[in-house]
């Protein structure tokens, strides 16, 4: 599919379900995908609330992204934050670096620093817009566009599910949409800072998320079901239309 298909693809994509699901929220990571629909959101002059979670362990370059994006976009783009009497009590307990010790200390970090966040962004919301795609990792691999999102009571929408790393950047050049330069030192997925690294030639785009994981596990939690499981289960009772799309 060429990049104008991929374009008309996820704009009908994003009017449908903000047609059928409002209100809606999109979460930005501040990544390449997301500066994609954070752009697309403009030209097609939708109403959505914008947000992103600040860990309190962002690199500069995100921080300097997010500014960026305000003075380009011209729209307020939500800041969250932990909660700080319960992320002090962790760091006193555990270290600030406990997420290197054990995969249930780097889950309960990520539960402080984004899953509880991100709940309080949600709240009375029916759509969540996410930039995850197919093509990112191993647990992305089967990504729907459209899912149920248990964990939070809405759906979860994907409208750059089926888009390859070239179509991304592809459209980022195409309409000089800014981005972080940490994706240009060899970061193409970037978190918090402690927990990413650059990749390597043939790896995978998140092999540079807790990289001393094992690939099964490099998920926070955000995209996961209360099981642990990447949620791919789509809505039932979806119009035509919009299920058609969503494959």
């Given amino acids: 599919m060429n990049l104008d298909l991929h374009i008309a693809q996820a704009s009908e994509r994003l009017r449908g379900a903000l047609d059928a699901h409002a209100p809606a929220a999109f979460a930005s990571s501040l990544g390449a995908e997301d500066m994609v629909i954070l752009d697309l959101l403009h030209r097609l002059a939708l109403d959505v609330e914008v947000f992103t979670l600040d860990t309190g ?3 500069e370059e995100t921080h300097a992204l ?4 305000r003075r380009r976009y011209a729209r307020p783009i939500r800041v969250l934050y932990p909660e700080a009497a319960a992320l002090e009590a962790f760091v006193a307990e555990h270290g600030s670096n406990a997420f290197y010790a054990s995969i ?9 620093r984004k899953l509880e966040p991100l709940r ?6 029916r759509l969540w817009i996410t930039g995850l795609r197919r093509e990112q990792s191993v647990t992305r691999a089967d990504v729907p566009v459209l899912a149920e999102e248990a964990a939070n009571g809405l759906l979860k929408h994907n409208p750059l599910a089926d888009w390859s790393s070239a179509d991304v ?4 050049e195409r309409f000089d949409v800014p981005t972080n330069v940490l994706h240009q030192r060899g970061f193409p997925s970037i978190g918090c800072a402690p927990c990413t690294r650059a990749v390597a030639p043939g790896e995978d785009e998140r092999a540079g998320r807790w990289w001393w994981e094992q690939p099964e596990s490099r998920e926070c939690g955000l995209h996961v079901d209360p099981q642990g499981r990447l949620v791919r289960t789509r809505p039932a009772g979806s119009t035509a239309p919009f299920t058609r799309i969503a494959t």
């Fill in 66 to 69: 997010l500014a960026q994006a």
């Fill in 104 to 112: 249930a200390l780097r889950k309960r970090c990520c539960e402080l």
């Fill in 120 to 125: 309080r962004a949600l709240r009375g919301k």
């Fill in 57 to 59: 362990r962002l690199p």
């Fill in 169 to 172: 950047w592809a459209y980022v």
